[in-house]
């Protein structure tokens, strides 16, 4: 779709003013109760402008041209605004005040040219509609840094003054090299003998390899052009989810750490990469004989909950997510879900409980049995319904896979977490007071004993992070990829609720 299907008129640059778009070769203008942050991104985009920044009615004047009459449902990523949904509005004009008003903020078009590749060789700034080489006094690495994360490379490797024959050079302050900032505004047209060359590093990549398909497999990141596996370091299910979600590979189901010879690694410490740092600044070279692998779910997820366990269901299917409608979803296919994930049964199914519906909605009825491994291998048919009606796109909650085995009873034994299998696990320095916790999980009382036992099985125990006991609803998130030699051993003091003894048996 041509950007000439919309336009902003009566502003102060092409990237702001009122909203118009053009449909048989007529232009409408759009009223702010059919428009939203979501479509006013669409727009922007499809301008080649940035970000929008102001969204306002009455901002550049009085609608004059007739109202569009249907009510735009972007999701923000398409890269027009007539791709994407609508639904039939009523209206056909807008009241005073309230047609679209835009600002989109200014594209800072800069690029390096000359190089082996877009993130090296001569700094380039487009102004005023002309290419010229950039010169700033006082050039450094902290100055190229922002030129590198704009352009969406890694970290600034040198920059440098260089002599050329182009003696047209744009001048920058210093003082606008700084994040947030916008070359053009400090451009001014100058003379130099000299221009800035910055290398970049490379942007980091991740990937897993050796798997059954692209979302599971051991863990390797491309850091200074080179692709390594990543050592296993006490990484969790939490940590891992940021991998997970930048492959677009739904939830982390496992992880699990793999013995090889050794090898040169990438180590990336899991704390970083769950605070949401640029995986460049969290990696340091090191030798190993452990790998991550890792395991995502890669159709399914559940957004906006607590825990990896709870949320807003959204499948994939052709690469694109849908939300989906309670009418078109029961108890089985929720079942069938919270397994995918690695999660115990479905507690709670229920619609609005983790915000309302942003993605399209997925087309077709789920007739699962209840048995099958993933969503996408049920029977379904054909739903009419294209949209959700408010607070009916499912949510749902799984509960969380913890049981006792190998007791005298369901309330006591070896401490066991799902994590794709059931895996025996060992929490550091607990006492009855964290072991209260999992016995009134489990529905099973107050804690009689605890105690620590070394014991060969077939099965490694994993650890458990010591500070994810006290919010237990999430621990499954917290059991580490590092084995353990130890295993703990539980006796409650009540009686299983008879709802509750399935959790052991799935």
Known sequence: MSPDSVRLLNGSSLCSGRLEVKSDQSWSSVCETDFDQQDAEVVCRQLGCGPPSVLQGALYGEVEAPAWSKEFQCGGHESALLDCR????????????????????????????????????????????????????????????????????????????????????WLIRPDCVKPGSALWECAKS???????????????????????????????????????????????????????????????????????????????????????????????SSLSFFVLDLTCSDSVRLLNGSSLCSGRLEVKSNQSWSSVCEADFDQQDAEVVCRELGCGPPSVLQGALYGEVEAPVWSKEYQCGGHESALLDCRSSGSARNSCSPGKAVGLTCSESVRLMGGVSPCAGILEVK???????????????????????????????????TKSLARLPTRIKPECVQSFCAVRECVTSVYSLNILDFTCSGQQEAELEQTGKH
């Open 86 to 169: 609508s639904s039939g509005s009523a209206r056909n004009s807008c009241s005073a005040g309230k047609a679209v008003g835009l600002t989109c903020s200014e594209p800072d078009r800069i690029r390096l040219v000359g190089g082996d590749s877009h993130c090296a060789g001569i700094l380039e700034l487009k102004y005023l509609g002309d290419w010229k080489p950039v010169f700033i006094r006082h050039w450094n690495l902290k100055a190229a840094a922002v030129v590198c994360e704009h352009l969406g490379c890694g970290s600034a490797v040198s920059a440098q003054s260089e002599d050329s024959t182009e003696k047209n050079v």
């Open 190 to 284: 100058g003379y130099s003998s000299n221009v800035l060359k910055v290398t970049c590093s490379e942007p980091d990549d991740v990937r897993l390899v050796g798997g059954a398909n692209l979302c599971a497999g051991m863990v390797e990141v491309k850091h200074l052009g080179e692709w390594r596996p990543v050592e296993e370091s006490d990484w969790t299910l939490k940590a891992a989810a940021v991998v997970c979600e930048h492959l677009d590979c739904g939830s982390a189901v496992s992880v699990e750490q793999r013995q090889k010879s050794l090898t040169l690694v990438w180590q990336l410490k899991p704390d970083c990469v769950q605070s949401g740092s640029a995986l460049r600044d969290c990696v340091s």
């Open 419 to 453: 994590l794709g299998d059931w895996k025996p696990v060992f929490v550091p320095n607990w006492s009855l007071k964290e072991a209260a916790v999992i016995c009134e999980h489990l529905g099973c009382g107050s804690a009689v004993s605890l105690r620590m036992i």
